[in-house]
């Protein structure tokens, strides 16, 4: 007799192969059988649901949340039963004593996670990447969690005071690609690094923005020498540009890349060099992974969030961590919304000068939210209709639900107004579905609902333009991004493989809009969307949540890869 049966559902196995009607048999951690199976000590009857892998997402930031915090919302609202984090070079290990707030002050500054959230929560009972990883694994979890080397804590480590230099030695080079072996063959699997000038912290941009390729290519190496191991980037380029040659002389080490594909202004059509050159590269045995998002990057301003286009108005400032009921009625008042719109922002010559301007590219986000707006619902066409200016607009709505009402500015991949050049990156056969930066942006982003979004708006609701087929959806959150990482024990419905699975009720899936909590240490804020349609969600066998709620069951793990886990097994570098 099985321990667990799920019986009668909809199986999307995350293979990309057609759904079927199928039971699912489960023996304590472990999918037993698929198809027509026996008896179970417990039968759920999954009629009318969709069954479908756990979501594995991996690209997220919980690298300090995951030290407190077992429950790891809200990506484990939405079905994610697998992160990896310690992306876009940004993490907490390895670590000199000592040195622990020029970490966080970077996390804060890059993924925009409050340091003060960070020092109150963060025991820092480590200092190499093995001991952080004990440290994670003495706590439970709702979900497995894979860990990533961060270029920044690797530079802060080796470097000191010099970790934004590059005019290093080959000792420091060396140096460097040691540390950040140790902590490969510790269990990390792979290694990140930030080459966006978009990524900045109090201390300017991060540490090994503009390394030279030898240092990129030394770490390589390190990581070919362990065995294992995903070399993760970001960068500024819209298209492949002057990243081929880099990631050429990377794929030469016998190193598998992922890196950040979105669609810009300024290359509109860009991403598609990136995907095509993806597609050629892995064809030959050289695997890279570019990773889409689901829907576009979205700030979401609102009164309660740590950007918007008034918050450095003069007048607006004296209202900034103030109670919301007090900033409603404050702006309210006819006197002081005179004032505020007179007055001129302070981010001049900054990104944010360009980005609370944008009208014609900030909506209202609505509930449910609408993550695909037309043109003429923006604060741009709303203003030219009524005769008035676009910040008297944008006021008015900031100010709509009580002041709990949000206003959607996607951030890139959506330049004619519509998904059309998302939709072409989930199309391409060599995209995986990452980018929800799940743990980051905590008071601005929440993209940590892309895999609920991904499913229900792609292949129910989407209006605008061509849906995706189920099968295909479900395989770029499960199998394709686990495959990418060497995850080849989860991703997929089959015998043998990891019981992490989802019940959706498919008609009843649905996004709430986002909302602002303060639930942080020290009462820090962060976005939440939770989401119904979740029947069950099971982690290793064992229900996690039940309709949306916890159960309270924690058998999530800290994985570790290569002889420890289930790491990437590397192909054989070119001669």
Request: proline share 7%.
């Amino acid at each position: 007799m099985h321990d667990l049966v799920i019986r009668g559902g909809k199986v999307v196995d995350g293979s990309g192969a057609p759904a079927r009607g199928a039971d699912v048999a489960v023996d304590g951690d472990t999918i037993r059988a698929v198809g027509r199976v026996g008896a179970g000590r417990r039968e759920v009857d999954a009629d009318g649901a969709l069954v479908a892998p756990g979501w594995v997402d991996i690209h997220t930031h919980y690298d300090g949340q995951a030290t407190w915090d077992g429950e790891l919302a809200p990506s484990s609202h939405h079905g994610v039963t697998t992160i990896v984090m310690g992306n876009c070079g940004v993490g907490f290990a390895p670590v000199r004593p000592g040195t622990e707030s020029f970490l966080i002050e970077l996390m804060e500054g890059v993924e925009d996670i409050p340091g003060p959230a960070l020092h109150a929560g963060m025991d820092w009972r480590w200092e190499s990447f093995d001991e952080y990883l004990a440290a994670l694994e003495s706590r439970p979890r709702t979900l497995d969690v894979a860990a990533q080397v961060a270029h920044s804590a690797v530079r802060a480590y080796v470097l000191g005071e010099r970790a934004h230099a590059n005019d290093l030695s080959d000792a420091e080079i060396a140096e460097m690609a040691a540390v950040v072996r140790e902590g490969i063959e510790a269990g990390a699997f792979g290694f990140s690094t930030s080459q966006t000038r978009a990524h900045t912290s109090r201390h300017g941009l991060v540490p090994g923005t503009f390394a030279f390729r030898r240092e990129l290519v030394a770490i390589a190496r390190a990581l070919a020498d362990a065995g294992h191991g995903v070399f993760q980037c970001v960068s500024d380029e819209t298209s492949l540009g002057n990243d081929a040659a880099v990631f050429d002389e990377l794929c030469d080490t016998g190193v598998p890349i992922t890196f950040s594909v979105a669609q810009m202004p300024r290359e509109p059509w860009g991403f598609r060099e990136s995907l095509d050159h993806a597609r050629d590269s892995t064809a030959a045995g050289r695997p890279i992974a570019p990773q889409v998002p689901a829907r576009p990057t979205g700030m979401l301003y609102g009164l309660q969030s740590s950007f918007h286009p008034f918050v450095s108005h003069p007048s607006f400032e004296p209202l900034l961590n103030q109670p919301l009921e007090r900033v409603v009625a404050e702006l309210r008042r006819p006197e002081l919304r005179a004032r505020l719109l007179a007055e001129r922002q302070r981010f001049e010559g900054t990104i944010w000068d360009g980005l609370a301007r944008v009208w014609s590219r900030m909506f209202k986000l609505g509930d449910p939210p609408d993550y695909e707006p037309p043109r003429e619902a923006s604060v741009q066409a709303a203003a030219e209709r009524e005769g008035r200016r676009p910040e008297e607009v944008l006021l008015d709505w900031l100010l709509e639900d009580e002041g709990r009402a949000f206003v959607f500015a996607p951030l890139g991949s959506y330049y004619a107004h519509d998904l059309e050049a998302v939709r072409e990156m989930l199309e391409h056969p060599a995209a995986v579905v990452g980018l929800s930066d799940g743990g980051a942006h905590c008071a601005l982003i929440c993209d940590a609902s892309f895999p609920t979004y991904l499913l229900a708006h792609w292949t129910r609701d989407r209006t605008r333009g061509p849906r995706l087929p189920l099968e295909r959806v479900v395989h770029l959150q499960t199998q394709a991004p686990a495959r990418t990482y060497g995850l080849h024990d989860r991703g997929r419905i089959a015998p043998g493989l990891r019981a992490d699975f989802n019940l959706i009720d498919y008609p009843g899936l649905k996004l709430h809009a986002p909302r602002m909590v303060f639930d942080l240490p020290g009462d820090a804020r962060r976005l939440i969307q939770r989401a119904d349609g979740y029947r069950m969600t099971f982690q290793s066998g064992v229900q996690t949540f039940a309709d949306g709620e916890p159960t309270g069951a924690r058998p999530g793990r800290t994985l570790r890869a290569g002889p420890r886990g289930p790491g990437y097994a590397l192909h054989a570098p070119r001669a």
